[in-house]
């Protein structure tokens, strides 16, 4: 039915575009407006595969965010049935460790977005930042820790078990190891 590759590629990017947006808007807002804009664009006609491909894969990059399904169950289950796809069969597609990082510099560039409108060299650089989050996880700091811009704004919190890393503008949770 789908190419696994191209449609995991496609699920990449759209949570690339999700990350990298510059509107303030949460990723399960963006996700679920996007989703609806695809089915308002299709009303009365048939979908082809590469439109439902795109719309299964927004769906997969929802679900490997950590978003509540059943808080937005009729958007998606609308965008499954029209795609011909069920819930268990996008689950399989689901890559399970998208929300569990391991903590080292090159994932912590990924998905950590660090930009500010200010010209002025009043908040941390990005590569300080992940180097904090780091020593902090691997030296299990307990605690909750906050790094921000005027723009962005990140909450770490450790636990002698666990560690997660919150983008609170964007409402996106990493589990670290």
């Not at 989703?35 to 439902?52: P, Y």
């Not at 491909?53 to 399904?69: H, Q, R, W």
Request: with cysteine; net charge neutral; aromatic share 10%.
């Amino acid at each position: 039915m789908l190419k696994i590759i191209e449609l995991r590629k496609s699920v990449e990017n759209y949570k690339k575009m999700q990350l990298y947006s510059i509107d303030c808007i949460s990723v399960e807002s963006s996700s679920i407006n996007d989703l609806i804009r695809d089915l308002e664009d299709g009303a009365g006609h048939t979908f082809c595969e590469v439109e439902k491909s795109n719309m299964i894969a927004k769906v997969i990059a929802y679900m490997e965010f950590g978003l509540p399904y059943e808080k937005n169950k009729s958007v998606l289950e609308k965008v499954l049935r029209i795609c011909g796809i069920s819930k268990k069969e996008v689950n399989e597609l689901v890559d399970k460790d998208a929300m569990y990082v391991k903590a080292t510099k090159m994932n912590m560039q990924k998905i950590i977005i660090w930009k500010s409108q200010s010209l002025s060299n009043e908040y941390m650089n990005k590569g300080t930042v992940i180097e904090d989050i780091i020593f902090k996880i691997k030296n299990k700091h307990t605690g909750e820790y906050c790094y921000s811009t005027d723009i962005c704004k990140y909450e770490l919190i450790i636990e002698p078990d666990m560690a997660i890393l919150r983008n609170t503008v964007r409402g996106i949770e990493y589990y670290l190891f």
